[in-house]
């Protein structure tokens, strides 16, 4: 908000320089965002915080601010305003409103005689410096003194107020309401009706716009019609042109949620919508109305016909209680009580000494912020200065913090595939149609945005593999090979179908991506490279009851559709699937234009963690040495790794305790024979003794014997 | 036989093993002198019995003393030559050492785990618990717990996505709502669904299950629905913080504050606090970091002021402790949130928020 340094020292009586004043104005009241010289005055562009618009939007409301924060007085003579008296106005109007709630106080009060011309130079200039364009001299006062005293105000030409069906809006309804003075019915008076809009209303506004009003609109009609929208913006017809003579000036009172669900709905926000919407002082229109008048009588001088105020119900000072040990103990220092009664009383908060620690403090109705003892206490707080405030560490008992183990598993996978050369990436959890396209993913599976801010992000990401991928097809421009990994979240429409019954904790599921890409490679050594950085982060975890599985899935076939149907496995721990690994389909590939191929693994984290293992225990070393044989088997091509093991483990027994293929080999000859060479090291040991080469001969011959019976041929 | 032809061996073989020239030459040599069969030592000494007992007395003493002789030189003229020998061997390995190291692929972590793991370490130092929460949130916990009620002004300091109401699952008929609201306690309040504009709900959820005292941060992702520029960005990363007790004051959360910083940055650093406006904080502060570019001095990055805003903060509001079940006046704290993402800029002077999700591996690669 826009404010004039000249302008404020007409009402403190401040020496500071205006970027002095900025910068107090910062570190005790809200942010001076710049000053700017602007001819013989300076504009200060101050973001002031929205629980202060009420009390100090206005260059007076700025003054007891700037007051409270220099301690330099108020020139009181500048806050006058003249007596008005109620007399002829309730000879020619009638003000109604409808219901108080909607508008808790109105005040209308007529000048005539008015002569419509320019508005004096001075005048002009500040409305400028504070960013409002002149129009005339009676609109103009109303927007100067609404920057005077935050106050919107509303000028009519009450020649245009209409007075044909004047019966009409005695609504029958509201014949409870306690008769007002001022609201008495006068059949030849024209009257300005406080109601919300019919079906179908329409107004022209002074923007040359015509809006369709709703029954949520809270409008300023006459007898017939709407005037104006209340509290946001004036009606066309009834505004000032050069013809006016008789005008009525409107300082009003509006619900302020009303005030901001109306100019959401018509998508129209102003000056006084914007002042409204945050909730003003009921007892601000008074002095504000009456500052306007006294205004335009200066500017054309013109003669008052009187004043009507509708306020049913009083707006009055809040009373608190302030206790001094409490502001104390939330600041963490001891404040002299002195320093808290100027402090308060410099904020124009009336203050008694209930006892000699407690005060019984008085709100003016202008400060709407401060509701709560607590508020009050950040007034005095901020006074003090919270640079003044020492930093002091919390004497509290010693306790380890609670920890996260799911944080803690998380941070270990993330260091581990760091040192598999892994490149950790985050995504956005966006998506949209085009992008799915692509992916042949189903768009109805996923949670859709209300209000996305492009195609882009019309959707949750359901599947933060895609994500990754694009980011890998990306990438490849680039480099010849890529190792990206990261931990994301899936939104999940519907857990049921995509996460078997039993692990649907919610829609939302920690998922972690990893992503091998190399250029030129067919695919199949990044496949068992993957493969084998998934068995180390499980092992890592603790976690031995790890195998993979390709057929008879737990997933749904839908999650397996972006892989290549030949070269995927479903990631089992114990009887629970975990996630996929395979090659992303080379049919995905071409369609994002991937210069590789991607294998990539998609991992349920949140159940992984639950199942990692935190405790490892030393495995004793054998004293007795092992035996090592190797043994090479040719089989037919389609023979699963799996199958040969199980073979080898039946007949291996007690002692065989580990099994390592360390050849997996083919040629063209015996691709063409469909015939491939596994060759495996065996080792043999025992914890009660030294094995004879005797003893395990024979283990081998029977090895030799079963793979022979399998039809397989054993390499001599 | 005599001496002189002692003397004469002696000689040859003196001047001949020192110019051997490597050791096939020195073996040659070697046969020579003192083979079995032919060595000319060998031959004397062979001879020896021929002589007069006399002369086979001295001539023998000499013999073998010229025998031993004879040995060191060759022993010593072999461990000269084998040295030389090696010394070529070796020199034939010569490396260029100006040739570039070998590139092994080193993995990297994102800058924001980088920070995030820091910020982490720093608070648990201090007795902070790390929590994590819901990203897809109900407005409840979001906005109205935190004393941010519908149709306030204030709902506008947070620009948010909201998810379309009543989505229906692939099964035809399960509310998507009830799911995410499975195992939350707001299943009757303001449940709109909606992406988290900030972590702060955590704490609410945290304060639901928990009693003071408590200290906790809430790291995590945050969504804000806004246009992207290189300040800002679609989804970015806060961490929420909170500590209640009986006694935490403003003075305290200076100190944790300032403990963060220093740690953080690795050298003194000075902040501010100035008065601000968050509904769930009352004192409610904005704070300043003096600009770690340089030094508070005053630069473009601190806008010549020396100082950057950095988080926000505050005394927890009353309504808050309210809207957890607390009993009002039985504790007080704070709780504030600060931005990894701007931090990590800060950081490793990272010029546009967009990297952080571009996924491209020439920036990954660098941290």
Known sequence: MKFSYNWLKEFVSFKESPEKLAELLTLKSFEVESVEKAGGDWLLNIALLPNRIPDASGHMGLAREISAVTGAKLKNDAFGVKKYSTGLIRQFLDVKVENSQDCPRYMALMIDGVKVKESPAWLKQRMELCGLQPINNLVDAANYTMLETGQPLHVFDYSKLDNKEGQKYENPNHKSQIPNKSQTQNPKNKKIVVRKAKKGEKLLCLDDKEYELNPETLVIADSEKPVAIAGIKGGKESGINSETRTIVLEAANFNPILIRSGSKSLNLKTDASYRFEHGLDPNLTDFAIRRLADLILRLSGENAKGIIDVYPQKTLPLKLLFHLEYADRLIGIQIPPQFYKNALLSLGINLEEKNKTDFIVEIPTMRRDLIIEEDVIEEAARLYGYEKMPAILPGIPLFPPEENAELFWENKIKNNLLGFGFNESFIYEFTGDKELAGFEEPAKDYLELENPTSPETKYLTARPLIKYIQQVSENLKNFDSTRVFGVAKAFIKDPVSRWRPGLNGGCERKQLILTIAQKGSKGEEEFYELKGVIDDTLESLGIAEYWYKDENCQFPISNFQLFHPYRKTEIYIGNQAIGILGEIHPVVAKNIKSKARIVAAEIDFSSLWQLAEKEAEYKPISKYPAIIRDIAIIVPFNIKTESILNVIENTGGEFLTDIDLFDYFYDEKMKNKSQKSLAFHLRFESKEKTLKDEEIDEIMRKIIDDVDKKGWIVRK | ?367
Not at chain 2, 41 to 65: C, D, F, S, W, Y
Not at chain 2, 272 to 278: D, G, H, I, Q, V
């Open chain 2, 1 to 367: 036989m005599d001496s002189n032809e002692l003397q004469k061996i002696e000689k040859t073989a003196k001047n001949e093993v020192s110019g051997a020239k490597n050791l096939d030459e020195l073996n040659d040599l070697r046969i020579k002198f003192l083979g079995r069969e032919r060595g000319a030592l060998t031959l004397v000494l062979r001879n020896l019995k021929n002589l007069p007992q006399e002369e086979r007395k001295i001539i023998g003493k000499n013999a073998n003393h010229l025998k031993i002789l004879t040995e060191e030189l060759f022993e010593k003229r072999g461990e000269e030559l084998k040295k030389t020998e090696f010394d070529s061997i070796l020199k034939k390995e010569w490396l260029d050492v100006t040739r570039p190291g070998a590139k092994i692929e080193r993995g990297s972590l994102h800058p924001i785990t980088l920070v995030r793991c820091e910020v982490e370490k720093i608070f648990s130092s201090m007795g902070f618990g790390v929590v994590e929460g819901p990203e897809v949130e109900t407005e409840w916990y979001n906005f109205d717990a935190l004393n941010i009620p519908k149709d306030h002004p204030a709902r506008d300091l947070w620009d948010t996505f909201w998810l379309k109401p009543a989505q229906t699952g692939a099964d035809g008929t399960r509310k998507v709502a009830e799911n995410f609201l499975r195992n939350s306690a707001s299943s009757l309040r303001s449940s709109a669904l909606l992406l988290r504009t900030h972590t702060s709900p955590v704490q609410i959820r945290y304060m639901q299950s928990h009693n003071p005292p408590i200290r906790i941060i809430a790291p995590g992702r945050v969504y804000r629905y806004e246009a992207t520029d290189a300040g800002h960005d679609i989804q970015f990363h806060h961490v929420e913080g909170l500590m209640i007790d009986k006694h935490i004051s403003i003075a305290n959360f200076k100190a944790v504050i300032l403990e963060l910083f220093k740690k953080l940055f690795g050298k003194e650093v000075k902040i501010r606090l100035r008065p601000s406006y968050f509904p769930f904080v009352e004192p409610g502060f904005e704070v300043d970091l003096s600009c770690i570019v340089c030094n508070a001095k005053g630069c473009p990055v601190c806008k010549k002021t020396g100082w950057s805003e950095i988080m926000g903060a505050g005394m927890v509001h009353p309504k808050v402790f309210e809207a957890v079940g607390y009993i009002p006046r039985n504790q007080q704290g704070f709780a504030f949130g600060i931005g990894l993402d701007r931090i990590t800029m800060m950081k490793y002077k990272i010029p546009d928020i967009r990297l952080f999700h571009s996924g491209d591996l020439r920036f990954l690669k660098q941290f």
